[in-house]
Each structure stands twice: as C-alpha cells, then as structure tokens.
C-alpha cells in the first residue's frame, strides 16, 4: 500500500470517528442504515470475484438477524449470538451451495433467487419466527454494564463490525486465495488448466460471504431491537446491487460502500421528493451507468486523478 494511500484511509478512519459528534441523531439514523448495508455489499462484491453473482443477500442476512433476536429473548450474550448466526449460515450454506455451486454459474443464481423467496416467506410464516408481526423487544447489546442504547454507540458498533469486514476481505484479497479467486473471475477455463479447484474455492468464498451477512443481520438487530421479515425481502438483495453498480463494479472494497452512502444518503435528503424515493434512486443509477460505466470510483479514477496529478505536473 503506497504513502498516498495510508494517508488517505487515516485520514477517512479520524472524519468516520469524530462524524456522530458533528451530525444531528436523524443524520446517525441513516449513517448507521448506510453501514448495515455497506456490510451486505462488500459480501456481493466478494462473490462477484468468483463470477457468482448474489440474489440470496436478504436471506442470510435475516438469518443473523433472527438467529440474534431469538437467542438474545432466551438471555443469551449478542456476541455469542452474532457468531451463532454466523456458523449457522455457514452451515446451511454449505448443504445447499454442495448442491448448486458444482453445477454452474446460472444454477447458482435461479438457486439463490429461489432461496431468498423461501425464507422470506418462511419468516413471515413460521410461528418460531413470530408470523407477520416478527420478533420484537430484543435486549439492547452490552459489554460488562455498558448497553448500546445511545444512537451515537451504536453507530461506532456497527463502524467495529465494517471495519472488521473491510480488514478481513482485504488480507483475503491480497491472499493466495484471494489471487485463486481473481483467476477463476477473469476466466474459468484458465483457471481450470492451472489446477485451481474452481468448485472448492467458489464454495469457500459464498461461505465467507454467508457468515459477514449474517453478521450483519445481528448488528441490524443490535440497532433496531426487532426482527421483521417484511425487511428481508427479495428486493433488499437488489439495492446491494445497486450500491456496487453506483460505488463501481471493480472496487470490491470501496465501491460498495461508497454506493451505500450515495443511494442512503441522496433520497433522505431530498424531502421533497420522498414520496418518489424510488423513481429518484432509478434516475441516479441510470445517469450513472449511461456516464459513468465503472462507477463513481472509476470515473474519479479515469477522470479526475489524471488531470489532478497533471495540474501537479506529476507524470
């Protein structure tokens, strides 16, 4: 990592540490939104690295949640149950992508689309899950006495549990594995004829990506204190896509996170145009693909850091 870019990322560290003590709480709201589905993003961005693209977002991302709503109602610690959720996705995960993962790229998707169906209306159907109405009155979190109740703790909460996503996926990235998975995304004929196990290392990225969605189905659960299937629904995995095609599509790290902001930020600030949230997040992702292919990060890196660096009269 170069001098420019340590410098950078210190730099964003100190402004996302002291930014809840210059906002007001409304502006904490959305920031904390904007950082439970920053952590859903990085997850689709990691399978994309496999060439798989991800319509299962909202499902295992209410499998953290409530796995962590159910357990913290019997008494037990919200660490304990962040992790539970987690091994459990993991563990489903890996019976249902041992079926689908072998069989290819569109097998997986129609799998994925068909799984997040099913366990939305499994959530809002099964007693255990608490029908329609969902489990409400979940226990605050806590270390020692101290509750995560305040708007300002939980945004540093949730800023603990996306610092520790960005962490890990980038020493993944910059791993063995992570070069065995940029093989196998630029093409799996390659891949196959340098003796990569496409099917293994396919299967450990999707469950990589289950376990930090469910993690951040408990860390939502953490801040809204309920689980509700009407929030786990298919198009919750859509406006992941989103985020990554605004953000840019090549930025596994950035990219996402950077399009949660825009697409949560833009729409909450417009009030005028609340009732047309919809139409107005279209018309930004629309501008965006017709001008900027590769994304916010792309056209700043294609457009604006050459001339940038061309006023410095670096070359």
């Not at 949640?65 to 563990?91: D, H, P």
Request: hydrophobic residues 55%; aromatic residues 16%.
């Amino acid at each position: 990592m170069s001098k420019a870019n340590k410098i950078t990322i210190f730099i964003l560290i100190v402004l996302l540490i002291i930014f809840p003590l210059l906002v007001n709480p409304y502006t904490i709201q959305v920031a904390i939104t904007t950082i439970t589905y920053s952590m859903l993003g990085l997850a689709f961005a990691l399978s994309l690295k496999v060439g798989l693209p991800r319509m299962d977002i909202a499902a295992w991302w209410g499998v953290g949640a409530y796995t962590t709503a159910l357990l913290m109602k019997e008494g037990i610690s919200f660490w304990l149950t962040a992790l539970i959720g987690g091994v459990i996705a993991v563990i489903l995960g890996l019976v249902i992508f041992y079926i689908c993962i072998p069989r290819g790229m569109m097998v997986f998707f129609i799998f994925c689309m068909i799984l997040a169906m099913a366990l939305y209306q499994a959530f809002g159907s099964v007693p255990l899950f608490g029908g329609w109405g969902g489990i409400t009155g979940v226990p605050a979190p806590t270390i020692g006495s101290f509750a995560f109740i305040v708007k300002r703790d939980l945004y540093y909460l949730g800023l603990f549990f996306l610092g520790l996503n960005s962490v890990v996926y980038y020493l993944l990235y910059n791993s063995r594995i992570g070069r065995a998975w940029n093989a196998i995304g630029s093409s799996l004929r390659l891949s196959r004829s340098l003796g990569i196990d496409v099917v293994k290392y396919r299967m450990a990225n999707v469950l990589i990506g289950n376990f930090f969605m469910a993690l951040a189905g408990s860390f939502f659960v953490a801040y809204y204190r309920a689980a509700l299937p009407v929030i786990f629904n298919f198009q919750a995995g859509l406006f992941v896509l989103i985020y990554l095609i605004v953000g840019g599509i090549y930025y596994s790290l950035a990219g996402p996170i950077l399009g949660a902001i825009v697409v949560n930020f833009i729409p909450e600030y417009l009030r005028f145009a609340k009732d047309y949230q919809s139409i107005v997040i279209s018309s930004v992702v629309i501008i965006i693909i017709m001008f900027m292919p590769m994304g916010i990060l792309g056209w700043l890196n294609l457009k604006v850091k050459p001339r940038f660096f061309r006023q410095k009269g670096i070359t």
